[in-house]
């Protein structure tokens, strides 16, 4: 998931490139949202969506779409570079629970703990695979929750992926 030139990316680097990289990736640019902070330990990610004419619907607030893709890649991404590149790391499901109509710019932070990895890499030497759920959710400037995401991410070391797919 994670190209093979990272490994040579500098740590210190790394999270300036990552939300560089998001940010002018066309399918994450064309969501509206933007990677505004990534923490230097790369375990905390700020996404900022802004209340623009390219992310508003009809009823003119923050389009569900927008802020249902704003959040596609962050928790993938943020397990593909913690565990390295014998993992293979998909999205597997996703749902949205909107709370209220967003009518300014809102914000998601998105975390992952060193016990998460951890509990991650203890089940897949276990199971050669799993599945973690994740919840984000967006807010605006007085914290007030607009949207909750609970994200599926699904996990598995590379050789019982290929092992798992060459059986099918």
């Not at 802020?67 to 593909?80: E, G, Q, R, V």
């Amino acid at each position: 998931m994670i190209p093979s030139f990272w490994r040579n990316v500098p740590p210190a680097w790394q999270p300036l490139l990552l939300r560089l990289g998001l940010n002018w990736f066309p399918a994450y640019r064309a969501t509206g949202a933007r990677v505004a902070e990534i923490s230097r330990d790369m375990k905390r990610v700020v996404v900022r969506l802004p209340l623009r004419r390219s992310t508003r619907n009809g009823a003119g607030t923050l389009f569900g779409g927008s802020l249902y893709s704003a959040t596609d890649p962050i928790f993938a991404l943020m397990l593909a570079v913690h565990l390295g590149p014998d993992y293979i790391v998909w999205d597997k499901a996703a749902s949205i629970r909107y709370r209220r109509p967003g009518r300014e710019a809102l914000h998601a932070e998105f975390a992952v703990t060193d016990a998460e990895i951890a509990e991650v890499r203890r089940e897949i030497e276990r199971e050669g695979a799993c599945d973690r759920t994740f919840t984000t959710r967006f807010v605006d400037r007085q914290g007030v929750v607009h949207a909750e995401i609970e994200k599926t991410v699904y996990v598995a070391c590379k050789q019982f992926y290929k092992s798992r797919r060459t059986a099918d």
